[in-house]
């Protein structure tokens, strides 16, 4: 007879879920990186090329991809997405009523 494992139902931030003060933070800057890493998988570039592309050393591009984010602000990220040809547009909006609280989201044309 096989053993019923209990299962908890997560959110869609597996950062709140894990408990991190700065979860909202955490997965949009998660969001972001998985653009970038989206574009420069369809572009076919090198770590070194994105590198140039971007302006930063390949270790760093490295570290991104990997989803070492410490030292990537937002800004820093957003310039990232104008390098590889990206439009950004942010929309601020009071939280629908299926929200109490407000949050940030990322969402790719």
């Known amino acids: 007879m096989k053993k019923k494992i209990a299962v908890t139902r997560g959110s869609t931030n597996v950062f709140a879920d894990l408990e991190y003060a700065d979860s909202e933070e955490m997965l949009a800057k998660a969001q972001l990186v998985s653009r970038i890493s989206d574009l ?50 942010i929309i601020v909006k009071r939280p629908g009523r299926a929200h109490r609280d407000a949050q940030i989201t990322v969402k790719a044309a």
């Open 40 to 89: 420069i998988q369809q572009r076919r570039l090198t770590q070194r090329e994105t590198a140039t592309l971007l302006g930063v050393g390949q270790p760093n591009v490295s570290r991104l991809l990997r989803g070492q984010l410490g030292g990537f602000s937002y800004e820093r990220l957003l310039k990232f997405l104008n390098a590889l040809g990206c439009d950004i547009e």
